[in-house]
T-cell receptor, first 112, second 112 residues
């Protein structure tokens, strides 16, 4: 298994609170991604990183920010969580932009 | 029209049969195609990647790509109950090899 650890694995929080999810990898891969998975929508890319301090938006980036200060860590922040952000969040990594992506175990986030 | 379309299923096949999973995509510039398997409550796991027209075989799995017709398929030979899962098709956006578009998946049920 690819060395990817997501934390926390489960979180319940209230609307309006800030939330940060962490993805940690031990593969020294350059690319890291955040996806959300919702019924009827499949996996959708939120943000991705192509190196330390280098990030770009995906297709559903509104309401989310990311940071990558070290190769191994990629943080996803919901500045003010809304109920529409209740979802399962997956981190993925790849060595290059064309290599297959490998996924972490996911974080189940519920916003009440 | 969805960018990546899959029949949601369930596709039910008897144990030992061939399961055929299909995926169509709309972006003619897509160059990278992936099949992931996802068990209920788990993360997506890469099964196959294919980049050129034709067949690619790996054990019991065969991926088939036809860029002219814009479809990619996955054949699972000698299907086992352990193959019961949701199979996700992913295609890259043209001009962005690392930005994947996922279908919503086909649920496969292998009957013992």
């Amino acid at each position: 298994d690819a060395g990817i650890t997501q934390s926390p694995r489960h979180k319940v929080t209230e609307t309006g609170t800030p939330v940060t999810l962490r993805c940690h990898q031990t593969e020294n891969h350059r690319y890291m991604y955040w996806y959300r998975q919702d019924p009827g929508h499949g996996l959708r890319l939120i943000h991705y990183s192509y190196g330390v301090k280098d990030t770009d938006k995906g297709e559903v980036s509104d309401g989310y920010s990311v940071s990558r200060s070290k190769t191994e860590d990629f943080l996803l922040t919901l500045e003010s969580a809304t109920s529409s952000q209740t979802s399962v969040y997956f981190c993925a990594i790849s060595g290059t932009d064309s290599q297959p992506q490998h996924f972490g175990d996911g974080t189940r986030l519920s916003i009440l | 029209q969805k960018e990546v379309e899959q029949n949601s299923g369930p596709l039910s096949v008897p144990e030992g049969a061939i399961a055929s999973l299909n995926c169509t995509y709309s972006d003619r510039g897509s160059q990278s195609f992936f099949w992931y398997r996802q068990y209920s409550g788990k993360s997506p796991e890469l099964i196959m990647s294919i980049y050129s027209n034709g067949d690619k075989e790996d054990g019991r799995f065969t991926a088939q790509l036809n860029k002219a017709s814009q479809y990619v398929s996955l054949l699972i030979r000698d299907s086992q109950p352990s193959d019961s899962a949701t199979y996700l098709c992913a295609v890259n956006r043209s001009g962005a090899t690392n930005k994947l578009i996922f279908g919503t998946g086909t649920l496969l049920a292998v009957q013992p």
